[in-house]
């Protein structure tokens, strides 16, 4: 059983930067699809980013030219490097990593940008 576990999160100022890291428990990590998904008080879940196996990456409108999604496969690590953060981002950021047919999901990390 994969187990992807999510870290990083926190309370931040408008404006600063957060790195969020999420750790996935598989000697085929590279094989995955990951992505970053977010979930706001009374909201649905929403995509935020995604990269392939191949290292091909997509972005919500809402985040891009301001989030960066990255992988270490050395590490079995996805990233999500987030700048210019707003009060709107503030959700719980769950990591999701996707073989095929099988989908397993983290626990989240909260966070929170207010002054």
């Known amino acids: 059983q994969v187990q992807v576990v999510e870290s990083g999160g926190g309370l931040v100022q408008p404006g600063g930067s957060l790195r969020l890291s999420c750790a996935a428990s598989?000697?085929?990590?590279?094989?995955?699809?990951m992505g970053w998904y977010r979930q706001a008080p009374g909201k649905q879940r929403e995509v935020v980013a995604h990269i392939t196996s191949g290292g091909n990456t997509v972005y919500a409108d809402s985040v891009q030219g301001r989030f960066t999604i990255s992988r270490d496969n050395a590490k079995n690590t996805v990233y999500l490097q987030m700048n210019s953060l707003k009060s709107e981002d503030t959700a719980v950021y769950y990591c999701r990593a996707a073989l095929g047919p099988l989908v397993r999901w983290g626990q989240g990390t909260q966070v929170t940008v207010s002054s």
């Open positions: 598989t000697n085929i990590f590279s094989s995955y699809d």
